[in-house]
Nanobody, 115 residues
C-alpha cells in the first residue's frame, strides 16, 4: 500500500531554516506529482507547494521566495527546504500524493517557529 513518511520538523527561531523530507513507498514515485500542505491550530489545511513528475513547481504566495520543493526520484523522496521561517509558518506539515484518484497523506511533522 501507499505510505508517505515525513521527517525533519522541529523547533526553530524566526529567520531560521528547516528541511522536511517525505519518503514514499508503494507507488511508482517518479510518475506522480507530490505536494506539501500545512495545518495550523484552528485553521484549515492549506497548500504550501507542489511539484509535478517533470519538476514543475507551484507555491503558495505566503511562501514564495522562502520555500523550495524538490524531489529525488531515485530515493522516492520529496523535500521542502524552508528558509527565513516566520512564526506564522508554525503548523503540522503533511506530504501528499494522488494515485488512482485516491489522495494519500503522511502522518505529518510539526514545525514550530518561535519569535
Amino acid at each position: 500500500q501507499v505510505q508517505l513518511v515525513e521527517s525533519g520538523g522541529g523547533l526553530v527561531q524566526a529567520g531560521g531554516s528547516l528541511r522536511l523530507s517525505c519518503a514514499a513507498s508503494g507507488i511508482i514515485f517518479s510518475i506522480y506529482s507530490m505536494g506539501w500542505y500545512r495545518q495550523a491550530p484552528g485553521s484549515q489545511r492549506e497548500l504550501v507547494a507542489t511539484i509535478t513528475s517533470g519538476g514543475r513547481t507551484n507555491y503558495a504566495d505566503s511562501v514564495k521566495g522562502r520555500f523550495t520543493i524538490s524531489r529525488d526520484n531515485a530515493k522516492k523522496t520529496v523535500y521542502l527546504q524552508m528558509n527565513s521561517l516566520k512564526p506564522e509558518d508554525t503548523a503540522v506539515y503533511y506530504c501528499t500524493t494522488r494515485s488512482d484518484l485516491i489522495d494519500y497523506w503522511g502522518q505529518g511533522t510539526q514545525v514550530t517557529v518561535s519569535s
